[in-house]
């Protein structure tokens, strides 16, 4: 499988591109990387240097990639952090090119937007772009319960609340939804729970809470779950593999104290995860 990976980059450490591009060929994908940015490092540590790219810097890349006529063995196009609304016009144009060579081509996109705890973190403009244009041409989306709420403009509490903003989620267009960092109201205070949900059924993985703050983990099982959905074309299947892969390497990242997600060491739980989980249809 060949997947055009449209993200934001980093040379030390693990983020974005950085993040998803080795899990996936580990798994035996080809990548196409596309890098919306190049930075020293990845924004957590509040130090970086680098520059940001334009949008036109991604269409010279993308339509270099065409050129090659090669688009039409691309089986998806994976994007996540997007920097401004001219990079998200690049994205759109990108999946565009892709769904015109390969009509069965998909596009998993991350909405990043926030998180718990730290609010909104994107440009002015981004959340609206997200919602009202990105997540509506998307056939794969994998937000956090964050960006969960705001995508479906609703707060969340219980389990069947949820369900219901991630129907109103597919309503616009997608039809996976990948919830990740979900807290509900039976979610354990030492657990932490993942939906993934296709076809009016949701599945639901439970994982121990770890003790860590890392960045780059969301990009990672994003990459991670695609993999599994092109392979199996199951929201459950895919669930439950992705959660075990990034589990081990949020274990061993935990373990080893790192401020950087363990992406190589933990290569094995890619193909061979230590701990599995159970996949329950809720």
Known sequence: MNVLSIQSHVAYGHAGNASAVFPLQRLGIEVWPVHTVQFSNHTGYGAWTGRVFDGQAVDEVVQGIEDRGVLGSCDAVLSGYLGSADIGHAVLGSVA?????????????????????????????????????????????????????????????????????????????????????????DTPDDAVDLLASEGGRHFRVRTPRLDLSVNGAGDAIAALFLAHWLDTRSAGEALGRAAASVFGLLRMTAEAGSREILLVAAQDEYTSPTRTFDVTEV
């Open 97 to 185: 090119k892709v769904r015109a060579a390969n009509p069965a081509a998909v596009w998993c996109c991350d909405p990043v937007i926030g998180d718990v705890g730290r609010g909104v973190f994107v440009r002015p403009g981004i959340p609206e772009f997200l919602r009202e244009v990105a997540v509506p041409a998307a056939d794969i989306v994998t937000p956090n319960h964050f960006e969960l709420e705001l995508l479906a403009q609703r707060a969340t509490g219980s389990l069947a609340s949820v369900t219901e903003a991630v129907a109103a989620v597919q309503a616009m267009g997608p039809r996976v939804v990948l919830t990740t960092s979900l807290v509900a109201e």
